[in-house]
């Protein structure tokens, strides 16, 4: 199936979910038609008059598509900027520790608590894999999916507070994942024995050096929007920046999603506040918000069909519906920990790291990450396991965090009145 005939059905589809979605679910587009996709491939998979035919087509489809560099070397860039397009700087400043904080050490924390849970739980269902791969997969599944939280997000009804820390956590804490993993892949993988210290200058060199080059990028475009007047001309500045900047970073060893979601804020604050004129930002905030719902639209329909190319096995299954819980409780924990060195300080309001913990959800990045994994035995078991652990995050996370954030704020208002609840209990900075 040639790259036409591969966007064509992943569009059509797209399209075709979306009316269906909108016309009768009334999901989130992200999860409504995710939800679709992958109802579909389940029917194809039963022994069904045509669907065997059917099927073999589907696979091909999802064959065709190399889905880590679709999402990482693709759409991720698309994406994260304009995500952070839409951010308010200030915010984010305002909950930088916290951010900071559940970026770096909740990272970390996480990959730790879910590689020795995963380890386990392979021990105890006979699995033989090596530990190294056990951190390679916390180090995949514990970021929260910008892509898929940000969409979320904007239903949610969560707290200013609240949400832009999510927000700021799901934006920034990819870029530390990626690296964190392709260290760990390249101990895995090539074999190569890394010290403590070139760890440590790895990540100072991606992620701060990923940060500098994003402020260098996004302020040669601020220069650039200044000088004209012509929304034509710097849509097309800002899609350079998004896709020039985040290939260059690539190719120069930083993080290029931190280095584009740094570009993005910086032109979303500076310069749709005063770079360009409103007919300008009238036209980038459509043309974005376009590319960010048309690109989310076929990322979660392709997120339904990967279930094709999954190696379904009962002791799979089982070892996804174990580790589900323990990722979750894993995320519990590395939220709390960092959280909790600012008790001393600050107050932390109530139901915080619930609301954080049932908020962080994985997705298309954490498939991405797997799929990048040696073809074999222990990457059809990790992949199985994590697409699980994706599709629990999308459907049943995504679809009661509005709930949970609900109840959140009804018990804040009967602890501390009817004031907003990031006013009643400053939380952590």
């Known amino acids: 199936m040639d790259l036409f005939d591969v966007i064509a059905v992943l569009i059509s589809l797209s399209a075709v979910f979306s009316w269906l979605n909108t016309r009768f679910l009334k999901l989130p587009t992200a999860i409504g038609l995710m939800m679709m996709a992958l109802a579909m491939s389940l029917v194809l998979l039963l022994p069904l008059p045509l669907s065997e035919y ?36 200030h915010d984010l400043a305002e909950h930088r520790n916290t951010i900071a904080a559940l970026t770096t050490i909740g990272v970390f924390l996480a990959s730790l608590i879910i590689s020795l849970a995963v380890y ?138 931190i280095a584009v979601v740094v570009a993005g804020l910086m032109i979303g604050n500076q310069g749709l506040g005063g770079a360009m004129s409103n007919k300008t930002r009238e036209h980038l905030d459509s043309f974005w918000e376009l590319v ?47 959280l909790g060195l600012y008790r001393g300080f600050r107050n932390v309001s109530p139901g915080t790291v619930a609301v954080l913990t049932w908020g962080g959800i ?22 199985t396991v994590t697409y699980m652990i994706v599709v629990f995050s999308i459907m049943v996370q995504g679809l009661t965090l509005a709930p949970v954030i609900r109840a959140f704020n009804q018990s804040a208002n009967r602890e501390f009145g009817a004031a907003e609840p990031e006013d009643r209990a400053p939380e952590p900075e």
């Open 292 to 338: 960010d719902e048309s690109l989310n639209a076929v990322l979660f329909v392709l997120i339904g069909l990967e279930v094709l190319a999954l190696t379904i096995k009962e002791s799979f299954l089982l070892a996804g519906a174990l580790l589900i819980p323990l990722v979750l409780l894993a995320r519990a924990l590395s939220i709390g920990v960092p």
């Open 120 to 257: 386990l739980v392979f021990l105890l269902l006979g699995f033989d894999i090596p530990y190294i791969y056990c951190l390679l997969f916390g180090a995949l599944i514990s970021p929260t999916d910008p892509i898929a939280v940000l969409g979320i997000l904007k239903s949610a009804g969560a707290p200013k507070s609240l949400a832009t820390k999510i927000t700021g956590e799901s934006l920034f804490n990819d870029g530390v994942a990626v690296v964190l993993f392709m260290v760990l892949f390249d101990i895995a993988i090539d074999g190569q024995h890394i010290s403590l210290d070139h760890v440590l200058v790895l990540f100072a060199q991606e992620a701060i050096g990923g940060a500098i080059f994003g402020l260098i990028v996004g302020q040669i475009a601020l220069e650039m929007l200044r000088r004209i007047d012509n929304y034509q001309a710097e849509v097309l500045i800002t899609l350079a920046v998004a896709s020039g900047g985040y290939a260059i970073a690539e190719h120069v060893h930083l993080s290029a999603p």
């Open 362 to 383: 994985r997705g298309g990045i954490s498939v991405a990450l797997a799929l990048s994994l040696p073809p074999g035995a222990t990457r059809d078991l990790i992949l």
């Open 54 to 89: 059917i099927a073999l087509d589907a696979r091909e489809l999802v064959a065709s598509v190399d889905f880590n560099a679709t999402v990482l070397h693709g759409m991720l860039s698309f994406l994260l900027f304009a995500g952070a397009l839409h951010v308010n700087i």
